[in-house]
């Protein structure tokens, strides 16, 4: 018997038009003082100033931290659990980006168990739950509404680190596709790219060999059959509606399968994680200043081209999730399925190569070095990859040249 599957997912998850709604009846099961986090724009609109109303006039005592700045300074949570633990939340609300809804996570983290966030970067060092988590995303890409991560930038540290443990899993995650409608265009094509590259390196993640300690001992399993599922749907969703949405900010129908598809897609990786595009975004990001989407984005099509020999079977599957022809050589589909992807990301806008990105070509060795260092991504890739194949797939990118990533 080959079939092995594991999955770590919220206790529940509401998705649909006006779900927001339903946040004071989600919120009064866990208690009567919520802290919400969230960022100092959305808290100045009215459906932000709806959703308080709502929760108060449900009798919930609501404490608003508006302060949460991009890719959550490490310090900033220190600040926020200092500012707030006076109040004695009893659950958090993260509302907004992927930032708000990591801060959420961070700070329920550290108002439960102390310390400082160093104390818990990696896998499993969280020592048991954390305070409820609600999560509302208001965008959609990261998928960190259903998943184990909480990425933070250090200043004592060139590249992001975060902490990932099952606890941090949000207890709730309510997806609205309406507060979407106002996501601006290239924000809504960075999120929803950096979503498909979740969900396509979740599918073909490498394949480990099944054994009931294998989720015991890793947050990130790599590819298993439940979580291929949730790839497979986010995929289909992102292939046929990514580009409308951002050509249309208003299409609902478009909005509506961009937001399933990024919470398939962190349903996806939550449990079998990503590879090498996530690796070199790190190094390449931190050096070039640019959005995790745009990085991750730009690197999937060499990834995928470096990786092809070994999954060509799952990228035809790919393939034929983006609507392809399921006819021809496995060969032949994984081709167009590469080519496919790198159409689509055009389209929307996405950075083609490294070079375009800002990195510079004496930076490249830095980056491969850095990148294969990131060992819970690199053995999570399904072709092997030490120095001289980073080396090659980095330079690939680089120059833009897909042939020689396959080499």
């Known amino acids: 018997m080959t079939l092995f599957a594991a999955l770590r997912l919220p206790r529940e998850i509401l998705f649909g038009k006006g779900q927001r709604h339903a946040l004071p009846a989600v919120a009064r099961r866990f208690g009567q003082r919520a802290l919400v986090c969230t960022d100092s724009r959305l808290a100045s609109t009215p459906v932000f100033a709806e959703m308080l109303a709502a929760l108060r006039s449900a009798s919930i005592e609501v404490l608003v931290h508006d302060g949460v700045q991009p890719d959550v300074p490490r310090d900033s949570v220190a600040l926020c659990v200092d500012a707030v633990r ?37 896998e499993f060092k969280v020592p048991g739950p954390v305070l409820p988590i609600i999560a509302v995303p208001t965008t959609a890409g990261t998928g960190s509404e259903v998943t184990p991560v909480a990425v933070v930038s250090d200043t004592d540290r060139t590249l992001k ?58 947050v990130f399993i790599g590819k298993g059959a439940l979580s291929d599922q949730f790839a497979l749907y986010a995929i289909q969703l992102l292939g ?58 730009t690197m999937l099509p060499y990834v995928m081209s470096y990786n092809r020999s070994v999954s ?38 996405i950075t083609p190569t490294l070079a375009a990105l800002g990195l510079a070509r004496d930076q490249i060795d830095w980056t491969c070095e850095q990148a294969v260092g990131i060992q819970r991504l690199i053995k999570n890739n399904p072709r092997a990859i030490d120095l001289a194949g980073m080396r090659q797939l980095v330079q690939a990118a680089f120059d833009g040249d897909l042939a020689a990533a396959a080499r």
């Open 312 to 349: 060509g079977a799952d990228f035809a599957e790919v393939g034929e999730a983006l609507g392809l022809p399921a006819t021809g050589s496995i060969d032949d589909r994984a081709d167009a399925a590469i080519r496919e992807v790198s159409r689509i990301f055009g389209a929307i806008g």
């Open 161 to 218: 680190i975060g902490a990932s443990s099952p606890y941090l899993i949000p207890s709730v995650a309510i997806c609205d596709p309406e507060l979407t409608m106002t996501c601006p265009s290239a924000l809504t094509a960075i999120a929803g790219a950096d979503a498909m590259t979740h969900a396509i390196e979740a599918f073909t993640a490498a394949r480990k060999p099944p054994s009931h300690e294998l989720a015991q001992q890793n």
């Open 240 to 297: 046929r509606s990514l580009e409308k949405a951002v050509a249309d900010g208003s299409n609902e129908d478009a909005r509506a399968d961009v937001m399933m598809g990024a919470l398939a897609a962190g349903c996806a990786f939550g449990t079998a994680g990503t590879a090498a595009a996530h690796a070199v975004q790190y190094p390449a990001g931190a050096l070039t200043d640019t959005a995790h989407g745009m990085g991750v984005a």
């Open 86 to 122: 006076s109040f004695q939340p009893q659950m958090v609300i993260g509302i907004g980006g992927g930032s708000c809804l990591d801060m959420a996570k961070c700070v329920s983290l550290l108002l439960t168990h102390g310390g400082t966030l160093p104390d818990y970067y990696g």
